[in-house]
């Protein structure tokens, strides 16, 4: 059972609800994961990983021999460390396929006059100048050979791609846009004829992928449309009864309650943390580092005191700022600023036209597109009943963005 730290898959607790609606998904379509950094998304994915290869999925997604691989692409300086990472993944990958790479190889040996392939060698890597020029040749190639193996393994199989657009970004601010664009080009192309032949990806990511390409398509004039019938989705909150296991995971590290106040304690951090499984741990984690592991609602409530106003724990929050300081132009940042300044001293949904008046930005249609970066974005939420109203869409975010930001 998990405690405090870091847990294996099998470990990782709730989301069944979220893993049964994604696979109903994969069933006809690749999806697009996109939620801000520690809302579990890593997580969820490799909980999906798990349960596939274990052949534990609920229900009866058992007849569909779902398998899945994950990879992790932060830190990928280039294409040729991506195709690395998908041959040796696979390569490793017993539970799916046998899979040897042979035509993958012989096609990279035919390249070179004189080879340094070691058909099957752990030393091997297409990482290699003297191959850069061949990259989108041999990605190809070697997508046919997956597509051949998946033929004959009578499964579906799901590559996940975590932090495929955090890459993205970092290939365009080193000017490595060549190969950001023909990664984007090659899943483009191939993306769809290889969901026919029983493989779905999944593309996760702490930004959305559509903010690189929004960038790309503005300053490098790149008109693919490498998502266009990807299904996009995001993560929502800890429901109550996962909310409260993982509570219950938690008390098992010797956290120390009174039983006749332990319901009313677990609801009080669900409250406090939204739901949001990271804030719950961290509440944990303050409870053990500054309260002895006494669980009280006084010491939850000064736990939660001390998540929202010491700067030691702010490094999450913090990418409520640096998200927009990064991804988009100045002024775009200084009007988004201004506009989750105001709402953070809402009691409640705010309609567009109560924050036209309210905030300094004189045209209204640049409001409107901020407001609705900001939704895509996940940092607001909105009712549409009586007219577009906004407003934050976790009350923590909001709490501590109206303590450390206005």
Same mark, same amino acid.
């Given at each position: 059972?998990?405690?405090?730290?870091?847990?294996?898959?099998?470990?990782?607790?709730?989301?069944?609800?979220?893993?049964?609606?994604?696979?109903?998904?994969?069933?006809?379509?690749?999806?697009?994961?996109?939620?801000?950094?520690?809302?579990?998304?890593?997580?969820?994915?490799?909980?999906?990983?798990?349960?596939?290869?274990?052949?534990?999925?609920?229900?009866?997604?058992?007849?569909?021999?779902?398998?899945?691989?994950?990879?992790?692409?932060?830190?990928?300086?280039?294409?040729?460390?991506?195709?690395?990472?998908?041959?040796?993944?696979?390569?490793?990958?017993?539970?799916?396929?046998?899979?040897?790479?042979?035509?993958?190889?012989?096609?990279?040996?035919?390249?070179?006059?004189?080879?340094?392939?070691?058909?099957?060698? #752990?030393? +091997?890597? =297409? &990482?290699?100048? /003297?191959? %850069?020029?061949?990259?989108?040749? *041999? !990605?190809?190639?070697?997508?046919?050979?997956?597509?051949?193996?998946?033929?004959?393994?009578?499964?579906?199989?799901?590559?996940?791609?975590?932090?495929?657009?955090?890459?993205?970004?970092?290939?365009?601010?080193?000017?490595?846009?060549?190969?950001?664009?023909?990664?984007?080009?090659?899943?483009?192309?191939?993306?769809?004829?290889?969901?026919?032949?029983?493989?779905?990806?999944?593309?996760?990511?702490?930004?959305?992928?559509?903010?690189?390409?929004?960038?790309?398509?503005?300053?490098?004039?790149?008109?693919?449309?490498?998502?266009?019938?990807?299904?996009?989705?995001?993560?929502?909150?800890?429901?109550?009864?996962?909310?409260?296991?993982?509570?219950?995971?938690?008390?098992? #590290?010797? +956290?120390? =309650? &009174?039983?006749? /106040?332990? %319901?009313?304690?677990?609801?009080? *951090? !669900?409250?406090?943390?939204?739901?949001?499984?990271?804030?719950?741990?961290?509440?944990?984690?303050?409870?053990?580092?500054?309260?002895?592991?006494?669980?009280?609602?006084?010491?939850?409530?000064?736990?939660?005191?001390?998540?929202?106003?010491?700067?030691?724990?702010?490094?999450?929050?913090?990418?409520?700022?640096?998200?927009?300081?990064?991804?988009?132009?100045?002024?775009?940042?200084?009007?988004?600023?201004?506009?989750?300044?105001?709402?953070?001293?809402?009691?409640?949904?705010?309609?567009?036209?109560?924050?036209?008046?309210?905030?300094?930005?004189?045209?209204?249609?640049?409001?409107?597109?901020?407001?609705?970066?900001?939704?895509?974005?996940?940092?607001?939420?909105?009712?549409?009943?009586?007219?577009?109203?906004?407003?934050?869409?976790?009350?923590?975010?909001?709490?501590?963005?109206?303590?450390?930001?206005?």
């Amino acid at each position: 059972m998990p405690t405090i730290g870091t847990f294996p898959p099998e470990h990782i607790v709730g989301r069944k609800e979220d893993i049964i609606k994604l696979v109903h998904l994969l069933r006809a379509q690749s999806v697009s994961i996109e939620e801000m950094r520690r809302m579990g998304k890593t997580l969820l994915v490799k909980k999906l990983e798990y349960l596939c290869n274990t052949d534990q999925l609920p229900g009866d997604f058992g007849k569909d021999q779902f398998r899945a691989k994950y990879f992790s692409f932060q830190g990928k300086k280039n294409l040729g460390e991506v195709i690395d990472a998908i041959l040796i993944g696979l390569k490793e990958f017993k539970t799916w396929y046998h899979i040897d790479f042979k035509r993958t190889y012989d096609f990279i040996r035919g390249l070179m006059a004189t080879p340094k392939v070691e058909v099957g060698g #752990a030393s +091997f890597t =297409v &990482n290699l100048p /003297e191959y %850069q020029r061949s990259w989108k040749k *041999i !990605f190809f190639q070697a997508l046919e050979e997956i597509a051949s193996a998946q033929e004959k393994a009578s499964s579906t199989l799901i590559l996940i791609f975590d932090e495929l657009p955090i890459m993205l970004w970092e290939w365009y601010k080193e000017n490595k846009h060549e190969d950001a664009i023909e990664l984007l080009d090659i899943l483009r192309e191939r993306r769809q004829e290889l969901e026919k032949q029983g493989i779905r990806f999944v593309y996760c990511g702490s930004i959305g992928i559509k903010v690189v390409l929004n960038r790309f398509k503005t300053e490098l004039k790149y008109t693919g449309e490498p998502t266009n019938d990807m299904l996009e989705i995001s993560l929502k909150p800890f429901n109550q009864e996962d909310a409260d296991f993982l509570c219950e995971c938690f008390f098992l #590290a010797d +956290f120390k =309650v &009174n039983p006749t /106040e332990k %319901q009313q304690c677990v609801a009080l *951090i !669900f409250q406090l943390s939204d739901g949001l499984p990271f804030y719950i741990s961290q509440l944990f984690l303050l409870l053990m580092q500054e309260f002895n592991r006494e669980v009280t609602e006084n010491t939850i409530k000064a736990a939660f005191n001390i998540l929202l106003n010491d700067s030691k724990h702010h490094n999450a929050f913090q990418q409520l700022v640096d998200r927009l300081h990064i991804y988009y132009s100045e002024q775009q940042c200084q009007d988004m600023t201004v506009i989750l300044n105001f709402l953070a001293q809402q009691d409640d949904f705010i309609s567009e036209g109560d924050i036209h008046q309210a905030v300094s930005i004189d045209n209204k249609g640049h409001l409107n597109e901020c407001l609705y970066t900001l939704l895509s974005d996940h940092y607001l939420e909105r009712k549409t009943d009586s007219g577009r109203m906004y407003r934050f869409r976790y009350p923590i975010f909001k709490t501590w963005w109206k303590i450390n930001k206005t």
